[in-house]
């Protein structure tokens, strides 16, 4: 590690003691949160210079450094003067200042930068013999600022065509400015088009483009490897690419794995150029969060204690991004930057609201099956299962109030709300869901806790109304002409709430219209619990049409409830024709589920 110390006045440099602690503490730690790994051994070189007007023309100081302490609220050291160096303090505190700029160290309330700066041999020598100025003016840069203003990427690309040339161009490919917009402008025409993710003429086209993207980032990387902005639209290349292939009905033509892993690999490399990036640090947490975590999970092997360690390694990781996305936005104070970067502070609480709800299971399938069964139901919950409840419902109200500008309760005008569906970053229906679910897991987890009913449900009365109104912002969102949408999976956990409570007739009514296998299941459930024999008949047609679904991802519950159904109308020439349709591929869940119905499985 190298330093920069600044100095207010001379007495202070004459001293030989150097404190830092209170808001310029903070300023360091917000930049460089490798300062607690500062120690005398780890300290390789120091110059220290002084600020003011008085002092631009006196030259800069080498110093030794000792005895260093660091904690979370104080940071000392001792120093000695070695020499004056021939350097004049004006010349470092101009080629800081500009690196600063470059590197994103610069308070954007304020306009300072840390009064100690941290960093490597390589950006120490840089600052020292003056920073460059590394935006080149070419005969093309005022002719691509018009057409990138224009958002004219084809005419970008057409002008450089072919662009297999391009590295010919000296004057282009060794300026980094100039090759950073086309590369843009590759990128733009790198994107599949609606409609076309299965057009093979139309992938092969696009995929040409996002390949040249990649190589034209790469060469700006290689022409200047400190500037994060170049390791960060190449980590965004590839995010996008791992969003594409992941979307509902996207394209298929490339390997999710390969693509996330150079995403967070070049994103990395940003966040180590630029700790506070948010962009950066949003991507990463959001890559890891929704996709590298169910990739690992879901992929083929045995687990070991070593998986399980590393899974919550990658769970920290992702978590440490968003948090820090959530902690540099609300430590600003300039509305203008508030505003830039809304979009991922919003993403940033609802992605990890989402996550600490996601990490409680209801283990649905077992609980209907006891419930029908009418044995005892007990599942062990924890007091860090309610922890994670409570993280995901602070930081879901919280996403709610910053786009609503109001405190969040659970009466809101649902007219108002349905206005904003297409201007929030996350539409209210997701986040009025997301919230009642919530409310409804904290009913259902304090339930199993064998918490008293009286002080319960509330919370089940809460997470319902919010339900309910996602679904009325939904219809007059609808009436508006703003979206149509879907809300069958929002009944379905308003079906599941209403089995819980013992509210069999909600249940039925509103799942009861819902075409999707797993809601027939919850629907079935319903049906069978309300022990009424003409209900029977009703959840054997329902199961069967579900058992029939090929992409029916419940069908396993589909078929247990339906072999119940055969038993309870006598029926036993069919369930012993499903257990021959299921013998050799039945999974050991669904012979625990078949036990705890009371059904032998030999």
């Known amino acids: 590690m190298y330093l920069y110390v600044s100095f207010?006045?001379?007495?202070?440099?004459?001293?030989?003691?150097?404190?830092?602690?209170?808001?310029?503490?903070?300023?360091?730690?917000?930049?460089?949160?490798?300062?607690?790994?500062?120690d005398k051994s780890s300290i390789k070189g120091c110059?220290?210079?002084?600020?003011?007007?008085?002092?631009?023309?006196?030259?800069?100081?080498?110093?030794?450094?000792?005895?260093?302490?660091?904690?979370?609220?104080?940071l000392s050291f001792d120093f000695n003067v070695v020499q004056e160096l021939d350097i004049s303090n004006e010349f470092i505190n101009k080629s800081l200042y500009k690196f600063a700029w470059r590197s994103d160290w610069v308070d954007r309330t304020t306009g300072y930068f840390p009064l100690i700066c941290i960093v490597d041999k390589l950006d120490f020598d840089t600052i020292r013999k003056g920073t460059p100025n590394l935006k080149k003016v070419s005969s093309y840069s005022a002719e691509l600022e018009e057409l990138k203003g224009k958002n004219d990427w084809r005419g970008i690309c057409n002008r450089f065509s072919p662009l297999e040339e391009v590295k010919n161009n000296k004057e282009i490919w060794d300026n980094p400015s100039d090759l950073y917009n086309l590369a843009f402008a590759c990128s733009k025409l790198g994107e599949p088009k609606n409609g076309l993710e299965r057009d093979k003429k139309h992938l092969k086209t696009v995929k040409k483009y996002r390949e040249y993207s990649i190589y034209f980032y790469e060469r700006c990387y290689e022409l200047d490897p400190r500037n994060f902005r170049y390791p960060l639209a190449l980590g965004y290349r590839y995010y996008l690419n791992v969003m594409e292939l992941t979307k509902q009905k996207g394209r298929k033509d490339?390997?999710?794995?390969?693509?996330?892993?150079?995403?967070?690999?070049?994103?990395?490399?940003?966040?180590?150029?630029n700790p506070r990036s948010i962009k950066a640090n949003y991507r990463k947490g959001k890559l890891i969060i929704d996709k590298k975590i169910d990739n690992f999970k879901y992929a083929p092997r045995k687990w070991t204690a070593e998986d399980f360690e590393e899974l919550k390694e990658i769970e920290a990781d992702g978590v440490k991004s968003l948090e820090r996305v959530i902690d540099i936005y609300e430590k600003y104070k300039d509305d203008k930057y508030k505003s830039i970067f809304l979009r991922e502070y919003v993403k940033a609480l609802y992605t990890l609201g989402t996550f600490y709800l996601e990490k409680v299971e209801l283990h649905w399938d077992y609980y209907i099956c006891l419930k029908i069964s009418d044995k005892k139901i007990k599942f062990d919950y924890s007091s860090e299962d309610t922890r994670y409840i409570s993280r995901g419902k602070k930081l879901l109200e919280k996403c709610f109030e910053v786009e609503s500008k109001t405190l969040f309760n659970k009466d809101m005008d649902v007219s108002e709300l349905a206005k904003n569906i297409g201007k929030?970053?996350?539409?209210?229906?997701?986040?009025?869901?997301?919230?009642?679910?919530?409310?409804?897991?904290?009913?259902?987890?304090?339930?199993m806790l064998g918490v008293n009913s009286n002080k319960i449900d509330k919370y089940g009365d809460v997470g319902e109304k919010l339900l309910l109104t996602a679904i009325e912002v939904a219809y007059e969102g609808k009436r508006q002409k703003n979206i149509r949408r879907n809300t069958n999976y929002i009944n379905e956990k308003l079906g599941k709430y209403y089995i819980i409570s013992e509210r069999y007739g909600s249940a039925i009514k509103i799942t009861k219209n819902c075409r999707q296998s797993y809601i027939k299941n919850t629907y079935a459930g319903a049906l069978i619990l309300s022990k009424d024999k003409n209900n029977i008949?009703?959840?054997?047609?329902?199961?069967?049409?579900?058992?029939?679904?090929?992409?029916?991802?419940?069908r396993e519950l589909s078929l247990v409830l339906l072999i119940y159904t055969y038993k309870l109308s006598d029926e036993n020439q069919k369930i012993g024709e499903l257990m021959e349709e299921l013998d050799g591929s039945m999974s050991k869940?669904?012979?625990k589920l078949l036990e705890v119905l009371d059904i032998g499985v030999c």
């Open 254 to 273: 490339g390997n999710v794995n390969y693509e996330m892993t150079n995403a967070i690999n070049w994103l990395n490399k940003t966040i180590e150029l």
């Open 589 to 591: 869940k669904s012979r």
């Open 8 to 38: 207010f006045n001379e007495s202070n440099m004459l001293r030989g003691k150097y404190n830092l602690y209170g808001k310029y503490l903070e300023g360091v730690k917000e930049v460089f949160p490798n300062y607690l790994k500062l």
């Open 47 to 74: 110059i220290g210079y002084l600020k003011g007007k008085e002092n631009s023309k006196k030259n800069c100081f080498l110093l030794n450094i000792n005895n260093v302490n660091v904690y979370e609220s104080k």
């Open 537 to 554: 008949n009703k959840a054997i047609n329902v199961l069967k049409s579900a058992k029939e679904d090929r992409y029916n991802l419940s």
């Open 424 to 447: 929030w970053h996350v539409s209210p229906i997701d986040k009025l869901y997301k919230l009642g679910i919530s409310n409804l897991k904290t009913y259902f987890v304090l339930k």
